[in-house]
């Protein structure tokens, strides 16, 4: 591998690294009840796939609570969820 690779790679490792950080220093959960509903439901769709006509590959169900809970919980409730 490349030196661009290699910085780029790292780029985004430390980039993801302050953001959880970030995210875990100021986490408090608002509704425990709302993230368990949403980190069950994520997990229980985890292994659902479905096609998308015209797009290659499959999708996973649980990308609609992925969705869903981007903007219902907060930041670090999102990255816990099950995905």
Do not use: D
């Not at 006509?53 to 869903?68: D, K, N, Q, R, Y």
């Amino acid at each position: 591998m490349n030196w661009k690779s290699r910085g780029y790679i790292l780029l985004i490792l430390l980039g993801g690294a302050s953001v959880l950080t970030e995210l875990s220093l100021h986490w408090k959960c608002e509704n425990p009840m709302r993230f368990a509903i949403f980190a069950a439901l994520a997990f229980a769709t985890g292994f659902w796939r479905f096609r998308i006509p015209g797009m290659e590959g499959t999708l996973s169900a649980s990308f609609l609570f992925v969705m869903i809970s981007m903007v219902q919980l907060s930041g670090m409730e999102t990255l816990l969820s099950p995905a």
